[in-house]
């Protein structure tokens, strides 16, 4: 790996930088006969969880391949993540079964909003992505989502639903840490 990893920069109203995030989970899969992807080849991995502050909601951000991970979308639930964007590329392989799937995953395992956000899809682009973003509430329901084509979606994001679904079924305060128990190295 080369040490490179694109650092996302994330923007208040006023244009000062209130957080930054590089992708902690490479993209490293060969499904023979498909797709064969190894960013490992060529970046390096991010190490931190990231969450800032955006009107009184903490979001947490991680990028594409990360939302595989249950674990780290836990850790940003742990520092107060009310609501989880995953900005990402799918192919046209790996999309249809899992990116709807995943973010309404992540959405319902963490009682938060979760928007997975692609580019529109491009069949003449030497990467195809699948496209379909979208946002899921803390109940795992799509509440918005496009199709192959470019599309702005919305949520109208209500700390009272998640506040609903949390106390509805209390997972969180259900865990057994005399168990197991997640921590952030």
């Not at 970046?43 to 955006?54: A, I, K, R, W």
Request: with cysteine.
């Amino acid at each position: 790996s080369s040490g490179i990893n694109a650092e996302y920069g994330v923007f208040n109203p006023a244009g000062e930088i209130v957080a930054k995030h590089r992708k902690v989970h490479l993209f490293d899969i060969d499904i023979p006969g498909k797709i064969r992807f190894q960013e490992s080849e060529t970046l390096s991995p991010g190490n931190e969880v990231t969450v800032f502050d955006c009107n009184g909601f903490t979001v947490g951000i991680a990028i594409c391949y990360d939302i595989r991970f249950p674990e780290l979308a836990q850790l940003m639930r742990l520092k107060g993540a009310h609501f989880l964007v995953y900005p990402g590329a799918f192919n046209m392989t790996t999309g249809p079964p899992y990116f709807e799937l995943l973010t309404r995953s992540r959405a319902v395992d963490n009682q938060v909003y979760c928007a997975s956000i692609a580019p529109a899809t491009d069949p003449s682009a030497s990467y195809v992505c699948w496209g379909h973003s979208v946002v899921a509430g803390p109940n795992g329901a799509v509440i918005d989502s496009a199709e192959h084509e470019e599309k702005t979606i919305f949520a109208d994001v209500k700390m009272e639903e998640i506040t609903a679904v949390r106390e509805g079924i209390p997972t969180w305060k259900q865990k057994r840490s005399d168990i197991y128990q997640l921590s952030e190295v």
